[in-house]
């Protein structure tokens, strides 16, 4: 099969033919029909995991098809791929916090991921989904969806309540945030101004200064600036590996 493999941190994936991936005990055979790339895959091809192992398959964003019979899961079953498989007996789990797991296989982390034809998974890391569901949005899911998801409704336990005054108001965009604290407090802030829409764009200066927020801690304060400003004239890079001794820790 076809994929894209890292060889070496901080160097391009060859995409190249490599071996089907073997399908152990409780495990399923995935044909892969979407993976998507977020920030936390160049972490992994820059070697910020310590436990990576080289070559590797990253892609932890992964929906597909079951390419064969499993019990009740059918070949051709469309499936997403969770991408932790916990041990299920240490404190964390036992406690409800699986993703705290210690040392868990991840695909795309230390596991080989979705950026290949087909991937192995964990049975019971596979869940259907409906066909009005896209493979792009059932593998995005996986991380970049259930990780807010789960940051906001189980450990914030927050609650979308619908509001017939903000529905009257459509289609501006407005939202009401209000917080209980434990003593009973109630603080409630209307949010009427949602900035970095096509409506509403953010200014350079604000899209620069988010960049900081979120770069800055992980690249470093001189390769953050660099950044930015290789980003804002990116019509001036000839070649996308300019960008490669900026995106590691300085």
């Known amino acids: 099969m076809r994929a894209a493999v890292l060889r070496r941190f901080s160097e391009p994936l060859e995409v ?9 005990e409780d495990e399923v055979l995935v044909r892969v029909m979407a993976t998507g790339i977020c920030g936390t895959d160049n972490k992994i091809a ?70 290949a034809e087909y991937v192995s998974m964990p049975r019971d890391c596979v869940l259907p989904f409906a066909d009005n569901v896209s493979f792009e949005h059932a593998g995005i899911c996986m991380d970049a969806v ?38 009973g407090t109630v603080l409630s802030e209307r949010v009427n101004d ?20 979120l770069v800055e801690p992980v690249l470093g304060k001189a390769n953050c600036t660099t950044l930015i400003d290789k980003v804002f004239g990116i019509e001036n890079v000839k070649d996308i590996r300019e960008l ?6 300085s």
């Open 194 to 213: 949602v900035r970095g829409t096509v409506d509403n764009p953010m200014t350079r200066e604000e899209v620069a200064q988010k960049c900081r927020d």
């Open 46 to 115: 820059a070697g910020a995991f310590s436990d990576t192992p080289l070559p590797h398959i990253p892609g932890h964003e992964v929906a597909g098809v079951l390419a064969e019979d499993s019990g009740e899961l059918k070949r051709g079953q469309r499936v997403a791929c969770f991408l932790y498989k916990s041990c299920g007996v240490c404190r964390w789990c036992l406690s409800g916090e699986e993703t705290l797991c210690p040392d868990p296989p991840r695909i795309g982390f230390n596991r080989d991921g979705g950026l």
């Open 16 to 24: 190249t033919e490599v071996p089907e991936p073997e399908v152990g």
């Open 146 to 183: 259930m990780t807010p998801w789960r940051a906001l409704t189980v450990r914030a336990k927050v609650q979308l309540v619908p509001s017939e005054e903000l529905e009257k108001m459509e289609p501006a965009r407005q939202a009401i945030v209000e917080i209980t604290l434990n003593d």
């Open 244 to 249: 490669r001794g900026v995106l590691q820790k």
